[in-house]
C-alpha cells in the first residue's frame, strides 16, 4: 500500500507544448452563379398535412366497452389544452385490403388502400388523448395503429370533393 502512495505522490512530468497548426489554405470563391444554380436545383419539401395519433383502444367503464368510440393518442399533445385544439377535426384509418376494388370517381383505376374516415368528438382524460367517432367501427386488429387527424378537408381536396 505505501508503494502506491509513493507513486501517487510523485509529481507529473510536464508535457511539452503542442506545436502550432499551420493555417489552412483557402478554398477559391466560387461564382455567383454556381451558387443560385445550386438552390434553384434544390426542390421544396412539403410538410405532412396532418397530425399523427395512435389507435389506442375504445371507450370503456369497468366491464363494457363502446367500440362506436375511439380512443386516440395524439403525437406530440401531452395536455388537455393541447387535446382540445383538435376536437371538430376529421380522423382518417389508412390500411391496405388484400382485394383491389375500384377507386372512387375512377373506376378504370383500382386499389387496395382503403379509409374509415371519423371525427374527432372531444377530449379524453387530460394527458391530450381524445375521442372520435368513425363512420364505421374501427377494428380491434387496427389498436396501436396509425391514425391520420387531417387539420382541414379543404387542405387535402382544394376542389371540394368531400
Not at 489552412?24 to 397530425?51: I, T
Not at 380512443?71 to 383491389?100: N, P
Not at 396509425?146 to 382544394?158: Q, T
Request: aromatic share 8%; net charge positive; charged share 30%.
Amino acid at each position: 500500500m505505501a508503494d502506491t502512495q509513493a507513486k501517487s505522490a510523485a509529481p507529473k512530468a510536464a508535457k511539452a507544448p503542442k506545436a502550432a497548426k499551420a493555417p489552412k489554405a483557402e478554398k477559391p470563391a466560387a461564382s455567383a452563379e454556381a451558387k443560385v444554380s445550386k438552390v434553384s436545383k434544390k426542390y421544396k419539401r412539403h410538410g405532412r398535412l396532418f397530425a399523427k395519433a395512435v389507435f389506442t383502444g375504445y371507450k370503456r367503464g369497468l366491464r363494457n366497452q363502446h367500440e362506436n368510440q375511439a380512443i386516440l393518442k395524439i403525437e406530440g399533445a401531452r395536455r388537455k389544452e393541447h387535446g382540445e385544439f383538435y376536437v371538430g377535426k376529421r380522423c382518417v384509418y389508412v390500411y391496405k385490403a388484400e382485394t383491389k376494388k375500384c377507386v372512387p370517381q375512377h373506376p378504370e383505376r383500382k386499389t387496395r388502400v382503403r379509409a374509415v374516415w371519423g371525427k374527432v368528438t372531444r377530449i379524453h382524460g387530460n394527458t391530450g388523448s381524445v375521442r372520435a367517432r368513425f363512420n364505421r367501427n374501427l377494428p380491434g386488429h387496427a389498436m396501436g395503429h396509425r391514425i391520420r387527424i387531417v387539420r382541414s378537408l379543404a387542405i387535402l381536396f382544394p376542389i371540394g370533393v368531400y
